[in-house]
């Protein structure tokens, strides 16, 4: 845990705030969930949306991916910059799906830690550009890169042409221009810690 103490953190909080929703319930999801404009949002939103899941399998899904790539991205950029990273792409992916979320027929609250993954995920591409990352299925090696392009090419179809319906699509695409924006920055001036 000390080598990437801000990943492990972030587990930990989302898994307690999980274990708090199935104690408390909507109450919790009305006032921390991110809601449209004019339907219930509040500031602290932006943030707190990232800290809630819409159940088991979105928390396991989401917390994987943070421990599997957050530990390198961490252990690159050190702990300060970690969170920085994961909290910008929280927030470009809040702004994005409320800006999406206008212009929607059918604008819902939005939970989950996507957005930071989203961001943390590019992070990871741009810094290991040579790491495979071997898909389930189909059993298909990716470089990094790659992968991260064709992930947000399938979000952008699944965003326009409202495929998934209920999965926050646009704000997957603002978390990974946070994660794109800070970690080309950051490369370009090769500063870490």
């Not at 992968?147 to 998934?164: D, K, P, R, S, W």
């Amino acid at each position: 845990m000390n080598k990437a103490p801000v990943t492990y953190t972030l587990l930990i909080v989302n898994i307690l705030v999980f274990g708090l929703e199935m104690v408390a319930g909507d109450p919790l999801l009305r006032s921390f969930a991110l809601w449209p404009l004019g339907q219930g949002f509040a500031p602290w939103q932006l943030v707190s949306c990232a800290f809630l899941h819409g159940s088991i399998a979105h928390l396991a899904t989401n917390m994987f991916g943070l421990w599997m790539f957050g530990r390198d991205v961490e252990g690159q950029t050190g702990s300060g910059r970690f969170l920085v990273l994961f909290l910008t792409s929280v927030l470009t992916a809040s702004l994005t799906q409320l800006a999406f979320g206008m212009v929607s027929a059918d604008p819902q609250p939005t939970v989950g830690a996507s957005g930071g993954l989203f961001g943390v995920l590019t992070a990871f591409a741009i810094f290991f550009p040579r790491r495979v990352i071997l898909l389930i299925f189909p059993p298909l090696p990716l470089p990094a890169p790659l992968f991260v392009l064709l992930y947000a090419l399938f979000e952008l179809y699944a965003g326009v042409t409202g495929t998934m319906n209920g999965v926050a699509h646009f704000a997957h695409l603002g978390g990974l221009l946070g994660g794109l924006v800070l970690g080309l920055r950051w490369r370009r001036r090769q500063v870490w810690r």
